[in-house]
């Protein structure tokens, strides 16, 4: 049930069910959100104009690819893989199923403190040290003065186009530790993260992550909850989406 004493409303439904709340927070500036096992900070303008503007512009620079939005989701893998960009180090993974190899419908890379690894969608990955990566170490600070915690890699996702997309999991892996916390920064069109319930798929809900906002999961959410992001006809053009983890090492 939402806090009736909001000053501020939030812009999508909670189930109307025991466990669910939300209020709130204007120092922070930011909607807390309880739900039966977990908990989530949510912030719609998080970060402004010109830094959404100044990181996509940071996320694509290259030297020889396309400048328009539309045409990335026409390059073939190929012609992404002779793609020289400056800033980050997108690549193209794939997946086997039932023998045959798919590509991943998204882009993807992978930064943090330098051997930090991490496994999903059964693809094993070692960091791009983000050590003098001035964009991620700038994003990182925001995004972690909002969660109070200190995170040591990021999983960038570029979703090119209304077909890129991300499958219902949850990021439970063992290298994450017990109870993650999971800070996520969006930038691009709007695309909705959809949350439901492991045990009960009819308990769900969805958040729209406008360009800007900022989402933090936390508690036993990555036990009892699963997260994707759908594809959709209606959507063109790319969106970028960050999670900052704490992978522990060792
Ligand atoms: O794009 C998003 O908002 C979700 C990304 C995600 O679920 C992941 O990277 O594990």
């Known amino acids: ?16 069910a025991k466990g669910f709340s939300s209020h709130f927070d204007d120092d922070l500036n930011v909607f807390k959100i309880s739900i039966p096992d977990g908990q989530l900070l949510y912030a719609v303008d998080f970060l402004n104009k010109k830094i959404i503007d100044r990181t996509v512009e940071f996320f694509l620079e290259n030297n020889n690819g396309p400048r328009g939005d539309a045409e990335w989701a026409e390059l073939s893998a190929d012609q992404l893989a002779a793609q020289d960009f400056h800033n980050i180090r997108w690549k193209q993974d794939y997946i086997s199923m039932y023998g ?52 040591n890699s990021v999983l960038l996702n570029w979703y090119r186009g209304g077909s890129d997309k991300i499958s219902w999991h949850a990021d439970d892996e063992k290298e994450f530790g017990e109870n993650p916390v999971i800070g996520s920064l969006n930038f691009g069109v709007t695309r909705d993260f959809q949350i439901r319930r492991i045990d009960n798929h009819k308990e769900k809900f969805k958040i729209p992550l406008s360009s800007g906002s900022a989402l933090v999961m936390s508690g036993a959410m990555q036990h009892n909850w699963q997260h994707c992001v759908h594809s959709s006809t209606k959507i063109s053009g790319s969106r970028f989406n960050l999670t900052f983890r704490q992978v522990l090492q060792g």
Do not use: C
Request: charged share 20%; net charge positive; proline share 7%.
């Open 1 to 16: 049930m939402t806090d009736l004493f909001n000053n501020s409303t939030l812009p999508f439904s909670l189930p109307q």
């Open 100 to 151: 045959k190899r798919h590509p991943l419908p998204r882009l993807t890379a992978w930064y943090g403190e330098p051997g930090t690894s991490y496994k999903y969608s059964g693809i094993q990955s070692t960091a791009n040290d983000w050590t003098n990566n001035k964009g991620l170490q700038y994003l990182r600070g925001q995004i972690e003065a909002l969660a109070r915690v200190e995170f």
